[in-house]
């Protein structure tokens, strides 16, 4: 055994905790994941593409969504069944995923890219993109100090940490879906719907100029993408549906007593109860699923792409990369602005309003997730960790990511593009990509292995599940054979 990681225990037996009479009492968990979804890809990465190459290639943010949404379901099964994260479950298959869920989790979101937007967005809404220009005042560095200073406030202010987060985020998207709304209204043509149309079902187009590995990055930006789609475990635990009702709720630990919480979970006995109470839990995660993250992310996404297509494409205009919220906004100001002067400023703060929503509830659910998923796998499979509470790894690692993402803007603040920040995004998103090749398929394997058979995938969601595996893996393996070609052909 490793001097390192400490033994899994193996499964305790017990029920599965009654369901509530509502769905709507357990919903939440899936809005959470959709503040995550609505990033930088739908504002920033897929407006961008559309301005630049038309809407052909929509059909791939509408299958990456769709596809994400299956890869939900078996990881909200996991959870249900057991009250583990998935984490837990791919070191049951092999104790070195434990590292190697933590790598994919630093590679994918410790450069701040999030953050470098949300605060871009921020000033942009507050003071103009071209205040304090060559001052700290203006700089990245301060205004994504000023966000990462309102998560922490966020995070570590109310006692229970998911139930913050949970209604901060569902207020930031009723922000974004009704700003979006007015923005497709006032900008919208039937013409647009059509074409915006043609490209979600224009299936396997790809432009001329676009690698597999730009489209890797696209595909995965459409949803949640990377490590974050895992994140829904712990969302799952602390809204305490299925086995998750089990397992305490982490506090803050500033306000709340550190209470102890259980590494492993549970596994419940094959009775007529728990088989019909699990097929409820699992209908509540599939609703939870199919109406915020499914529905919400997709209708979102398509209005962030519309309001490109509709503004930028017509006039050829593919704003700065690092100012493309800003630039769009002033458009947008000008298409509202056939009302009046007064529409066209409130035109350009809608959308501005928006981009802060959009990114801000990004970087809150990144870091929470970020801390969750790396002080679970630590207190977990690291054998002296468990002296010290899980909201105690949790604190620690939220601060000092934030800590890192402020340290890394600093430096790159000496040496910025305008690229720089999209750079970042991109990096993150290709990052992700291979971090899905790995764990979409693996997912599938410990639901087969692990769960108690009433509690296992059935035909359908195997076949997705298998259909998911080839794309990321696919596309994994075009996009790193074209780098290896690149570098040494």
């Not at 503040?35 to 559309?50: D, R």
């Not at 879906?177 to 006032?186: E, N, P, R, S």
């Not at 939870?288 to 209005?303: R, V």
């Not at 430096?411 to 750079?423: C, K, N, P, R, Y």
Request: proline fraction near 4%.
């Amino acid at each position: 055994m490793s001097p390192i990681l400490e033994p899994l225990a193996d499964f305790k037996s017990a029920d599965l905790p009654e369901p509530p009479s509502s769905f709507w009492k357990l919903a939440g968990p899936g809005a959470v994941l959709v503040g995550l979804s609505i990033g930088a890809g739908e504002i920033i990465v897929w407006p961008l593409t559309v301005a630049q190459y038309g809407a052909g290639m929509v059909w791939a943010a509408m299958l990456g969504v769709f596809l994400q949404m299956w890869v939900n379901f078996e990881i909200g099964r996991w959870t249900i069944a057991t009250g583990e994260t998935v984490y837990t479950g791919y070191a049951r298959v092999w104790r070195g995923f434990a590292p190697l869920f933590i790598l994919f989790n630093v590679l994918g979101w410790l450069a701040p890219g999030w953050a470098m937007a949300s605060g871009s967005a921020l000033k942009a809404l507050l003071v103009g993109p071209d205040f304090g220009a060559g001052t700290f005042w203006g700089s990245h560095s301060c205004w994504t100090m000023i966000t990462f200073g309102a998560a922490a406030a966020l995070l570590f202010g109310p006692k229970m940490i998911y139930h913050s987060v949970e209604k901060t985020i569902e207020v930031l998207i009723v922000i974004v879906t009704v700003g979006l709304i007015l923005v497709a209204v006032a900008v919208g043509t039937a013409d647009t719907w059509k074409e915006l149309g043609r490209g979600a079902v224009n299936f396997g187009y790809r432009a001329e100029g676009v690698s597999a590995r730009d489209l890797f990055t696209w595909l995965v930006f459409a949803g949640a993408g990377g490590t974050s789609n895992l994140f829904y475990s712990f969302y799952l635990r602390d809204k305490n549906l299925g086995m998750g009702a089990l397992i305490p709720d982490m506090q803050n630990p500033l306000r709340g007593r550190a209470e102890s919480i259980p590494a492993t979970g549970f596994r419940y006995p094959e009775t007529s109860d728990n088989r019909s109470r699990f097929a409820i839990w699992m209908r509540c995660v599939r609703k939870d699923q199919a109406l915020f993250f499914w529905f919400l992310n997709s209708f979102t996404l398509l209005l962030f792409i519309f309001g490109a297509l509709a503004v930028l494409r017509p006039q050829g205009i593919v704003p700065a990369k690092g100012t493309l919220i800003w630039d769009q906004s002033l458009i947008l100001g000008e298409a509202f602005g056939r009302w009046g002067v007064a529409w066209g400023k409130i035109g350009r703060t809608i959308f501005l309003l928006v981009g802060v929503a959009t990114l801000f509830s990004t970087q809150l659910a990144l870091v929470d997730g970020v801390a969750r998923s790396i002080s679970d796998i630590v207190y977990t499979n690291v054998k002296v960790a468990q002296k010290r509470p899980l909201n105690w790894w949790y604190m620690l690692i939220a601060l000092g990511w934030m800590a890192a993402g402020c340290g890394i803007t600093f430096a790159l603040d000496h040496f910025q593009s305008e690229e720089q920040e999209l750079g970042v995004l991109l990096q993150a998103g290709y990052m992700g990509g291979f971090a899905m090749a790995v764990y979409v398929p693996l997912t599938l394997y410990i639901n087969l292995r692990y769960l108690p058979r009433s509690a296992r995938p059935g035909p359908g969601s195997i076949v997705m599940m298998l259909g998911a595996s080839a794309v990321y893996m696919g596309f994994a393996a075009v996009s790193l054979i074209g780098e290896l070609q690149k570098r040494w052909g």
